[in-house]
């Protein structure tokens, strides 16, 4: 099957009902079901553009196992301009939710290109293992599959390892290997998009190197209906309103899950490592999968920023207050955070260097700076929405008040100084939906732990940056300064 069509996605749900639960109820049909119906249409959305003639050339790519034309978030960029054509693909993409959805397929498509363009390091750890990688690759691109993957073990007790929980099988470990693969028991966090085709499951990178650590592992991947895989949804920030009520979270509510794994078996052909702790925890660094990602994530992140800087400039336009200086603050920090990225985005391409495995691979320095820094940028960019807003987040009717019998009392009372009244309601719902709401709160967590703990992130940057050649720099500038010091203390003694 070439580049998926919408209805295709859809209907590949249908087929392969999973076992997925929401509020006690198992969900029959995710297609119609109230809390996932919309985010599905959305994903399908995304599929129909790859079919926009119009768009083609910039969505597909043909594949060098088929002819047929397929996504290209799966490009195996060996180039500059590959690099740059996949992250213009990205954006189209990201722009469609303004950069609400951060699970969009290609976001895991770009780590298949990492892992399987790197299939050698798998096979260090078992000959098939590289094997598997790569026609996973292929199977995943052919298909045109979407993605869920979960890398974290449950929040129980942080203060010790997996192997220590109260119940050794609370993280999902390895119970038994046979002829046939291995056997999984346990739970894992957090699943985004469980409304996909299959789930990666793969290193949380946080194994200390310890033989009690093995059993937990493992990278793989499955259908989301093999048997005894389950997904416990949380509480749908959809809450069946209108688009004008609930713009964003009525559209592209992603959805969260945990992912029980009850005596789930795998096949052999779908184990990528096995009980190298070492390997495990390098993994997405050393296959280049991290840093493709992150440029996926980056691209997000600009459209994303873009977009509140828009809500925030109509919410400026609409009320009259662009002559106030701390408006002009606000909106240069947005502005600072946006020029930002994207200076971020384009040294990674720019600075992108062919890895040991023959990929094109963006620089990973500026990556990893900017997704350390969204950590705190996000979070004040909604912090300033909330300020420009104001009291305004407190009056916004809803959509059955606009054609209710206070209508015209709504028109009149709800005007802005550059807009009628369903225009200003309209805006400050969107921006209520980013700020305020569940859905708008959640993309704050969301935003604060993209790539886990902040604090963790900080500390692997700091061992991972070479600071080397400054520090010499500076060793060098003390020396010289030294004996400039000593040559005139020698001259004005003689």
């Given at each position: 099957?070439?580049?998926?069509?919408?209805a295709?996605?859809?209907?590949?749900?249908?087929d392969?009902?999973?076992d997925?639960?929401?509020?006690?109820?198992?969900?029959?049909?995710?297609?119609?079901?109230?809390a996932?119906?919309?985010?599905?249409?959305?994903?399908?959305?995304?599929?129909?553009?790859?079919?926009?003639?119009?768009?083609?050339?910039?969505?597909?790519?043909?594949s060098?196992?088929?002819?047929?034309?397929?996504?290209?978030s799966?490009?195996?960029?060996?180039?500059?301009?590959?690099l740059?054509?996949?992250?213009?693909?990205?954006?189209?993409?990201?722009?469609?939710?303004?950069?609400?959805?951060?699970?969009?397929?290609?976001?895991?498509?770009?780590?298949?290109?990492?892992?399987?363009?790197?299939?050698?390091?798998?096979?260090e750890?078992?000959?098939?293992f590289?094997?598997n990688?790569?026609?996973?690759y292929?199977?995943?691109?052919?298909?045109?599959?979407c993605?869920?993957?979960?890398?974290?073990n449950?929040?129980?007790?942080?203060?010790?390892?997996?192997?220590?929980?109260?119940?050794?099988?609370?993280?999902?470990?390895?119970?038994?290997?046979?002829?046939d693969g291995?056997?999984?028991?346990?739970?894992?966090?957090?699943a985004?998009?469980?409304?996909?085709?299959?789930?990666?499951?793969f290193p949380?990178?946080?194994?200390?190197?310890?033989?009690?650590?093995?059993?937990?592992?493992?990278?793989?991947?499955?259908?989301?209906?093999?048997?005894?895989?389950?997904?416990?949804?949380?509480?749908?920030?959809?809450?069946?309103r209108?688009?004008?009520d609930?713009p964003?979270?009525?559209r592209f509510?992603?959805?969260?899950?945990?992912?029980i794994f009850?005596?789930?078996?795998?096949?052999?052909?779908?184990v990528?490592?096995?009980?190298?702790?070492?390997?495990?925890?390098?993994?997405?660094?050393?296959?280049?999968?991290v840093?493709?990602?992150?440029h996926q994530?980056?691209?997000?992140?600009?459209?994303?920023?873009e977009f509140?800087?828009g809500?925030?400039?109509?919410?400026?336009?609409?009320?009259?207050?662009?002559?106030y200086?701390?408006?002009?603050e606000?909106?240069?920090?947005?502005i600072?955070?946006?020029?930002t990225?994207?200076?971020?985005?384009?040294?990674?391409?720019v600075?992108?260097?062919v890895?040991?495995?023959?990929v094109?691979?963006?620089a990973?320095?500026?990556?990893?700076?900017?997704?350390?820094?969204?950590?705190?940028?996000?979070?004040?960019?909604?912090?300033?929405?909330q300020?420009?807003?104001?009291?305004?987040?407190?009056?916004?009717p809803?959509?059955?008040d606009?054609g209710g019998?206070?209508?015209?009392a709504?028109?009149?009372?709800?005007?802005?100084?550059?807009a009628?009244?369903?225009s200003?309601?309209?805006?400050?719902r969107?921006?209520?939906?980013?700020a305020?709401?569940?859905?708008?709160?959640?993309?704050?967590?969301?935003?604060?732990f993209?790539?886990?703990?902040?604090?963790?992130m900080?500390?692997?940057?700091?061992?991972a940056?070479?600071?080397?050649?400054?520090?010499?720099?500076?060793r060098?500038?003390?020396e010289?300064?030294?004996?400039?010091a000593?040559?005139?203390?020698g001259?004005?003694?003689?």
């Amino acid at each position: 099957m070439p580049a998926r069509t919408g209805a295709q996605f859809l209907q590949g749900l249908r087929d392969r009902p999973r076992d997925l639960w929401i509020e006690g109820q198992r969900v029959a049909d995710p297609v119609e079901h109230p809390a996932f119906r919309n985010v599905v249409r959305s994903v399908a959305a995304l599929y129909e553009m790859q079919h926009d003639p119009a768009l083609r050339d910039e969505m597909t790519y043909v594949s060098p196992a088929t002819g047929d034309r397929v996504g290209l978030s799966f490009l195996m960029p060996r180039s500059h301009d590959d690099l740059v054509r996949a992250r213009k693909m990205m954006k189209r993409w990201a722009d469609y939710s303004g950069g609400f959805m951060g699970r969009t397929p290609d976001y895991l498509n770009r780590a298949l290109v990492g892992f399987g363009s790197a299939a050698e390091y798998c096979a260090e750890n078992d000959p098939r293992f590289g094997d598997n990688i790569r026609r996973y690759y292929e199977h995943v691109r052919e298909h045109d599959l979407c993605l869920t993957h979960t890398l974290v073990n449950p929040q129980a007790n942080r203060a010790v390892g997996p192997a220590q929980q109260a119940d050794p099988h609370l993280a999902a470990r390895i119970v038994e290997e046979t002829k046939d693969g291995i056997v999984l028991r346990g739970a894992r966090m957090l699943a985004t998009l469980p409304v996909s085709d299959e789930i990666m499951v793969f290193p949380s990178t946080l194994l200390k190197v310890t033989p009690e650590d093995a059993p937990y592992a493992y990278a793989l991947a499955l259908p989301n209906d093999t048997p005894g895989l389950r997904f416990l949804c949380r509480e749908s920030f959809d809450y069946g309103r209108s688009h004008l009520d609930h713009p964003l979270g009525s559209r592209f509510e992603e959805m969260d899950a945990v992912v029980i794994f009850d005596n789930v078996r795998v096949p052999w052909e779908r184990v990528f490592l096995l009980r190298d702790v070492e390997k495990c925890n390098k993994a997405f660094a050393m296959t280049g999968a991290v840093a493709q990602m992150a440029h996926q994530v980056v691209t997000k992140n600009v459209a994303k920023t873009e977009f509140i800087l828009g809500v925030a400039s109509l919410i400026v336009d609409a009320i009259a207050i662009e002559q106030y200086q701390h408006v002009h603050e606000k909106m240069a920090e947005i502005i600072i955070c946006l020029e930002t990225m994207r200076a971020f985005l384009r040294t990674s391409e720019v600075e992108a260097q062919v890895n040991r495995w023959g990929v094109m691979q963006p620089a990973w320095p500026p990556l990893d700076a900017a997704r350390n820094v969204y950590t705190r940028m996000y979070p004040r960019m909604v912090e300033i929405l909330q300020q420009l807003g104001a009291s305004g987040f407190m009056a916004i009717p809803s959509e059955r008040d606009l054609g209710g019998p206070q209508a015209e009392a709504i028109h009149t009372y709800y005007q802005a100084a550059r807009a009628d009244a369903a225009s200003r309601i309209k805006l400050f719902r969107l921006a209520w939906d980013i700020a305020i709401s569940a859905f708008g709160s959640r993309q704050i967590l969301y935003e604060r732990f993209f790539f886990g703990d902040p604090v963790r992130m900080a500390g692997a940057m700091f061992n991972a940056y070479d600071r080397r050649p400054y520090m010499e720099r500076v060793r060098a500038f003390l020396e010289r300064a030294g004996e400039a010091a000593a040559s005139l203390k020698g001259g004005a003694g003689d």
